[in-house]
């Protein structure tokens, strides 16, 4: 048993020794071979490889590569067309005629027909049996085929930003004849599906033809590396030539080897409060929440000053709704802070909890500078750190949470798809938000046709959220893609995608 | 020659031990800076005059931290033994004592639970009670109480037909008289012995678990949840791993030395 302790003291002065090494070896470089690049990727893609079931974002981003919509996004976050060619909608707004590009093939070889976009189509809203892939497909009350390069959507009711729920990966078009879509995925994008060995990686290769402007890379190997300081050690050895979503922290451990390429996240990280619990039920309370914190010292602390602050649910990629004044609308300001304390009831204080997942360090990090700043007005934070289901479940859906900190994205290319969440009847409002003033916008932007009218209605919606300090906005946190410096042209979208038909092998 | 080894042993531990003891106690009275200070200017900052140990991710001072680190390290090994041993004494001095159905009945119950990898067991205490220095304590608490049983018992069932636990039995001497007052004392050596152990043991288990992220929850500190924090900033500040996993070595060795020592001079 004696032995037993002094082996184990031992196995730790080994281990330190053994590291040593491997901090001093981890130099070394391959060269990889031309046209091939090695992502890694921090989750294997594990609810499926079929584009109309994929509900993660980390899949959704992989498959972008795979899979087109009649619509795709662009890196400038506007539409453009993919399978469609060009479409028209009706007066009324509810019926939309697409005509089809002539001549895409699958990656089978076989062209796209108004059939396999009919069936695409169909899946997704629930009208083959499934239920529909997202709540809002389930508008598309009829699919018809009016010739061979036409297709004719009819909607139950008006809805303005349906393109931009067609250009989502989860409104692929995908063949008719397919009954393997789960393993063998087949889709029209730039790049088709080769192989996948179970959380190891993801082999796809360029799709030679494809209908739009053609990859430049012949081979794409995603590996999966769900382990961040892992992530780094293969970046350093040589076998990942490109990692997304890292973190200063991170970046700081690449060697000269690597590009860095500065995006955002395009995600709202706040102290989401939950407006129902006491005392954050109280307007003043949560505006003195908002009026104690230093958002540019959790920037500096965490991430180097890197990000970009904000004021309310919207991020700057949004541009079109993006409101910058509101990130000013609270500065740190001690003394007010107390005040409205005082006027709340709570002279002294109070303790709360933030519910934060163990998995994001980013929050977590973000979660102890809030502690301390919060101390500054007498509110003593505790974290508690939860497992990522148990936050979804718990946290998320179950609303049982004083505060957490998160970042919340947006699925889709529209301003709805951030504010929604605050109207007291959505189902995914687990802030518990609550006000008559938003809920009656809410409800009036969701009939508005006009878009200057829709774009006021929502940055109304922003600024209520602000003024009712709903949440302490932080941050749309940066992010940074290394890139081995023997490709260039990687670039972002204002979605969560990964688009890897841009990125070149450099000369 | 083997006395003097023996006081070797003895003497480093006690050195060891008496650094941890001195560090622990200059936090109690006053850290060089208070422990959750953050400053933004000196993140990860190197060894500096004013900063012995250099700073962390947040510019918090590393010194100050591992002060207070060691001593919740410190405190959840004492109370965890101190459960374990409470415990553990008395379900061995009952068992080992009596013997029968009932010793059978909770020996093999304390089998099944040394059956589990300790670690696994206070994993799933820790998702029954949520994370959090208190239930850290609790949860191996619990965890470390067959060991200790089994000692003790092991012990009690040599001691209990010994000629003078029999005539104390003659003299009309209780049970309980005989068990905590004449053969708890006699034990006294083994259980040193295995506490000095124990507390090694809970040293690396609370290590083990701040590592995993389900033992003390930032912002306060612990050894382990420091390791775990450098762990993502080996290149960057390798200072800040290796003298956090120092100082634990030193906690673990003088121990572990002590222990060594005290069994020789036994015998």
New interface residues.
């Given amino acids: 048993?004696?032995l037993l302790?002094?082996k184990?003291?031992f196995l730790?002065?080994l281990c330190?020794s053994l590291?040593l090494p491997t901090?001093l070896c981890a130099c070394g470089k391959t060269e990889t071979g031309n046209g091939t690049i090695n992502v890694g990727i921090a989750q294997d893609l594990e609810d499926s490889l079929d584009p109309h079931k994929a509900v993660a974002a980390g899949s959704r981003e992989v498959l972008f590569n795979i899979f087109e919509g009649l619509l795709k996004p662009d890196p400038k976050g506007d539409l453009i067309p993919a399978v469609a060619e060009s479409y028209q909608v009706s007066e009324d707004g509810l019926t939309y005629t697409f005509k089809l590009r002539k001549n895409v093939r699958f990656h089978n070889g076989r062209i796209v027909t108004a059939e396999d976009v009919k069936f695409s189509l169909d899946k997704i809203s629930g009208k083959l049996g499934d239920e529909p892939m997202l709540p809002v497909y389930a508008l598309m009350q009829d699919v018809s085929i009016a010739d061979e390069e036409t297709v004719v959507v009819t909607l139950s009711e008006k809805d303005v930003d349906f393109p931009a729920y067609l250009a989502m990966v989860n409104a692929a078009i995908v063949p008719n004849d397919n009954p393997n879509m789960d393993s063998d995925p087949i889709g029209t994008g730039p790049f088709r599906f080769e192989s996948r060995s179970i959380q190891d990686q993801i082999v796809m290769s360029r799709f030679d033809e494809y209908w739009g402007t053609k990859a430049y890379l012949s081979k794409v190997v995603f590996k999966i590396v769900p382990e961040?300081?892992t992530a780094?050690m293969n970046l350093?050895g040589g076998s990942l030539d490109m990692y997304a979503h890292m973190t200063t922290?991170?970046i700081?451990?690449l060697s000269g080897d690597f590009q860095v390429l500065e995006g955002t996240m395009n995600l709202v990280q706040a102290l989401y409060l939950n407006n129902a619990r006491k005392p954050f039920d109280d307007e003043r309370v949560r505006q003195a929440l908002c009026y104690a914190v230093d958002r540019k010292?959790v920037l500096?602390?965490?991430s180097?000053g890197k990000g970009t602050i904000i004021g309310s649910s919207m991020f700057p990629a949004f541009s079109k709704y993006y409101m910058p004044e509101l990130s000013k609308y609270y500065t740190q300001d001690i003394e007010k802070a107390k005040d409205l304390l005082q006027e709340a009831g709570y002279p002294n204080g109070f303790s709360m909890s933030i519910t934060v997942p163990?998995n994001y360090?980013p929050h977590?990090?973000a979660?102890?500078?809030l502690?301390?700043q919060l101390k500054d007005i007498g509110v003593t934070a505790?974290?508690?750190?939860v497992e990522w289901n148990t936050w979804l479940s718990e946290t998320y859906a179950g609303r049982n949470f004083e505060s957490t900190v998160i970042g919340v994205d947006a699925s889709y290319l529209t301003a709805r798809a951030l504010l929604e969440r605050f109207y007291s009847k959505a189902d995914n409002n687990f802030t518990n938000f609550s006000d008559p003033e938003y809920d009656a916008l809410y409800e009036k932007v969701i009939t508005l046709t006009d878009d200057e009218e829709k774009t006021a209605c929502y940055k109304e919606m922003e600024t209520i959220l602000t003024e009712k300090a709903a949440n302490v906005y932080i941050q749309d946190m940066a992010e940074f893609v290394a890139l081995r410096n023997t490709f260039e042209g990687y670039q972002f979208y204002p979605l969560y995608v990964m688009d890897m038909s841009k990125v070149k092998p450099k000369n | 020659m083997n006395n003097n080894r023996k006081n070797h042993k003895l003497y480093i531990g006690l050195i060891l031990a008496g650094l941890i003891v001195l560090l622990i106690l200059a936090g109690l009275i006053r850290s060089p800076y208070p422990p959750q200070k953050m400053e933004a200017s000196l993140k990860l900052a190197g060894i500096s005059a004013a900063h012995p140990m250099g700073c962390d991710q947040f510019g918090r001072d590393i010194l100050s931290r591992v002060m207070i680190g060691a001593r919740t390290t410190f405190l959840i090994a004492f109370v965890t033994n101190a459960i374990g041993l409470f415990f553990g004494i008395l379900i061995g001095a009952l068992t080992g004592y009596f013997g029968g159905f009932f010793d059978e009945i909770l020996m093999r119950f304390n089998d099944v639970m040394l059956s589990f990898p300790s670690i696994l067991l206070a994993l799933v205490l820790i998702a029954l009670m949520g994370p959090g220095t208190y239930q850290v304590m609790i949860a191996m608490g619990i965890v470390f109480i067959p060991s200790y049983a089994r000692i003790v018992r092991s012990e009690f069932i040599r001691f209990r037909n010994m000629d003078y636990v029999l005539a104390i039995r003659l003299m009309g001497g209780s049970h309980l008289r005989i068990m905590f007052l004449h053969i708890l004392p006699n034990v006294k050596g083994t259980i040193l012995t295995s506490l000095i152990i124990g507390f090694n043991n809970a040293v690396l288990c609370e290590a083990a678990m701040s590592f995993l992220g389900i033992g003390v929850q930032p912002p306060d500190a612990s050894l382990g949840l420091m390791l775990s924090e450098a762990q993502g900033f080996l290149f960057r500040a390798p200072s800040y791993a290796l003298l956090v996993g120092f100082v634990m070595i030193c906690m673990i060795l003088s121990f572990s030395l002590l222990s060594d020592s005290l069994k020789e001079v036994q015998g």
């Avoid at chain 1, 505790?382 to 750190?385: A, G, R, T, V």
């Fill in positions: 048993m004696n302790k002094i184990k003291s730790i002065i330190l590291f901090v961040m300081d780094v350093r922290d991170q700081s451990q010292a500096d602390l965490t180097e163990s360090q977590i990090n979660a102890q500078v502690v301390e505790k974290i508690e750190l």
